[in-house]
């Protein structure tokens, strides 16, 4: 018999009162009848973390029935823990709490539940310990979980970690998203402020005398460090991706049985939708310049200014890179942590198996997202031939790195032989590139050639572009970029260029066969 089954039963207790209130136990004079008194149930617990003994009682219950239906409850709940240490305590405590709360002894099923999921047993867990909960069981790529992390510990939990996860509801959520965007305003005009205190704090003010200067600049700067550092503003977009992650964690609690409803999937917001990319014309270009303002978020060169940049870039030891992602329009980890393995030159066809991302700002190499962005795309000869030549680079700067090692060896220096990680593109040494090495070669070469501003990303929207104009439909880009849906691939990444879009209109005009008109007769007089 287990353990829970001793040291307990139903007995009969006198609940009699006397004048002041209290219970008069044996002293009651209908104590020594054999049907006085109601009854009660006693059951020994767990011992409580001080180790002292405790048991659960409880009195005035209608029926012996009623009481031994009761005593069976707590029993069943005590059977869960079997030989666990820990479950016996956390049993123990729950029961000890009912008792203390009058509460209603849970149903062994729900308390089954819980004890498996190793959160509180009562029931009255918060929305803040479920994210824990969830996010320790997280086995995603570094960057998501660290994406989810960075959602619960910014937006959720201070927002809403407090309120009880069983009585969270749609208002809930959505008092939360509004006071994200109440935020958004603060964030903004507190960043604006800072801006304008930044530019009060350079030197050189025509006219103003040196020393005065300086107690000038002093006070100013004095104000810049009390001020609220630069903070990102939870754009539509983020604020989509917030509640993506509320709707799985809370997903997952209907899954464990914890709720039952997950007010997530209820809340308005933005749509989010990506924007889509604009061709830096010669109009926006002048504006740009005269302004010094983006036109939109998202930007594409045209195949002119594309061109420069390659033309300015193809000294540098990067330059492959650039022309990889310019016309097959890899994501920056691809373009990083693409091997060597999987390129075939003779037949021109590259495979995407890998990717470089950073967790925090550590590089890690992880498989594609997804596994539509596992695939393998064809290659242009002029790529083909400029990948080559980079091969034949690479090999160069490995064997002057390996002289030079021996010499510094020689010469009594720890100097390592070159790395063979296998990569495209790799730093001097033949270690792996650090994502964000590529992102500041780029715009140092962007900044050199005097071209309008656009991101390292942005080079595959152009991509996206180009193979538009050179005749390839939707599904073939969608293919080569390896998006989910074609729809991704229509919405944000396609834009038309000027001379495509008119060459199309007039190839649609010509479809229509017209009777030619002739001379225009005058009217008759």
């Not at 990303?457 to 104009?469: F, I, K, N, S, V």
Request: with cysteine; charged share 30%; hydrophobic share 35%.
């Amino acid at each position: 018999m287990p353990s829970s089954r001793r040291g307990g039963g139903v007995t009969k207790r006198c609940e009699c009162r006397g004048a002041d209130g209290r219970l008069l136990g044996s002293s009651c004079p209908q104590a020594a009848k054999k049907n006085h008194g109601r009854p009660a149930l006693r059951q020994e617990l767990p011992p409580g973390e001080d180790g002292k003994r405790r048991a659960f009682r409880r009195t005035g219950y209608g029926s012996v029935k009623e009481a031994q239906a009761d005593l069976d409850r707590v029993r069943a709940i005590l059977d869960l823990a079997g030989d666990d240490d820990d479950a016996q305590q956390r049993v123990g405590d729950l029961l000890q709490d009912v008792m203390t709360r009058r509460a209603p002894i849970p149903e062994p099923g729900e308390v089954s539940r819980r004890l498996g999921v190793g959160v509180p047993l009562d029931g009255r867990m918060t929305v803040g310990e479920w994210l824990d909960v969830w996010l320790a069981t997280k086995k995603t790529r570094a960057t998501t979980t660290a994406g989810y992390t960075s959602h619960v510990r910014v937006h959720l939990k201070p927002r809403l970690g407090h309120l009880r996860l069983d009585r969270l509801n749609v208002g809930h959520v959505q008092e939360m998203f509004d006071a994200i965007a109440d935020e958004n305003e603060t964030v903004a005009a507190e960043n604006q402020a800072r801006r304008d205190q930044v530019a009060r704090c350079t030197r050189g003010r025509p006219g103003v005398p040196k020393a005065a200067e300086r107690e000038q600049l002093a006070s100013e700067r004095g104000k810049l460090a009390a001020m609220p550092p630069f903070r990102r503003t939870a754009g539509a977009a983020t604020r989509q991706r917030i509640r993506s992650t509320l709707r799985a964690a809370l997903n997952k609690a209907i899954s464990r049985q914890l709720i039952t409803f997950n007010p997530a999937e209820h809340v308005e917001l933005d749509s989010g939708r990506r924007p889509k990319p604009l061709l830096w014309t010669e109009e926006r270009v002048a504006r740009w310049r005269e302004t010094g303002e983006k036109p939109g978020p998202v930007m594409v060169w045209t195949p002119d200014q594309l061109g420069a940049f390659l033309d300015a870039a193809e000294g540098d030891r990067l330059y492959a890179f650039f022309h990889l992602i310019a016309f097959r329009g890899l994501r920056r980890g691809e373009g990083v942590g693409q091997d060597w393995s999987n390129v075939d030159l003779d037949k021109q066809l590259l495979t995407v198996a890998k990717e470089i991302v950073v967790d925090g700002w550590t590089p890690v190499e992880t498989e594609p997202k997804t596994d539509g962005s596992a695939a393998t795309i064809g290659l242009d000869s002029a790529t083909v031939q400029v990948l080559r030549e980079h091969r034949a680079r690479q090999l160069a700067e490995r064997d002057a790195w390996n002289v030079r090692a021996a010499k510094e060896r020689e010469a009594g220096k720890a100097t390592l032989d070159w790395m063979d990680t296998g990569k495209v593109f790799v730093q001097e040494d033949g270690s792996w590139l650090h994502p964000e090495t590529v992102s500041d070669a780029f715009r140092r070469l962007c900044a050199a050639a005097d071209l309008p501003p656009i991101n390292l990303r942005d080079l595959r929207h152009g991509a996206a572009t180009l193979m538009h104009a050179g005749g390839g439909d939707l599904h073939a880009i969608k293919e080569t970029l390896r998006h989910s849906t074609i729809t991704l691939t229509s919405d944000t990444y396609t834009s038309l260029l000027p001379e495509v879009d008119q060459a199309i209109a007039e190839r649609a005009a010509a479809l229509v066969p017209r009777a030619r008109r002739g001379d225009v007769v005058a009217p008759a007089e």
